[in-house]
C-alpha cells in the first residue's frame, strides 16, 4: 500500500512558476512508476508526465513538453514536478499517482488527493 500527498499548489501568475511535491509512505517508493495528472472544472482528467522508478526515463505530454519538469528523490521518497511558464489554461486539480510506467489513468493503483494550481492572467 503506498499513500501520497501532494503540496506545493497555489496561485501564480501567467508565466510565473510552481514546483508541486509528491511524497510517498511506504518502503518501495522506488519499485513504483510515478506520474502527474491534472483536472480542470467539468473536463477529463488529463496525464501530464511519468517518471519509471529509477528516475531514467521520463515522458511527457505535449502540452507540458518543454515547460514542465517531472523528478524524483527516492531517497526522500518524494517526485516533484516543476513546472515554469504557467499560463492560464494550466488551471486544475494536479494529481501525483504510483503504479506502471504509463500515459494512462488505468497504469495506476494509487493516487494523492489532489493539489490546486490557479494561474491568474
Known amino acids: 500500500q503506498v499513500q501520497l500527498v501532494e503540496s506545493g499548489g497555489g496561485l501564480v501568475q501567467a508565466g510565473g512558476s510552481l514546483r508541486l511535491s509528491c511524497a510517498a509512505s511506504?518502503?518501495?517508493?522506488?519499485?513504483?512508476?510515478m506520474g502527474w495528472f491534472r483536472q480542470a472544472p467539468g473536463k477529463k482528467r488529463t496525464f501530464l508526465a511519468a517518471?519509471?522508478?529509477?528516475?531514467?526515463?521520463?515522458y511527457y505530454a505535449d502540452s507540458v513538453k518543454g515547460r514542465f519538469t517531472i523528478s524524483r528523490d527516492n531517497a526522500k521518497n518524494t517526485m516533484y514536478l516543476q513546472m515554469n511558464s504557467l499560463k492560464p489554461e494550466d488551471t486544475a486539480a494536479y494529481y501525483c499517482?504510483?503504479?506502471?510506467?504509463?500515459?494512462?489513468?488505468?497504469?495506476?493503483?494509487?493516487w494523492g488527493q489532489g493539489t490546486q494550481v490557479t494561474v491568474s492572467s
Open positions: 511506504g518502503h518501495t517508493f522506488s519499485s513504483y512508476a
Open positions: 517518471i519509471t522508478g529509477s528516475g531514467g526515463a521520463t
Open positions: 499517482a504510483a503504479g506502471a510506467y504509463s500515459a494512462g489513468d488505468s497504469g495506476y493503483d494509487y
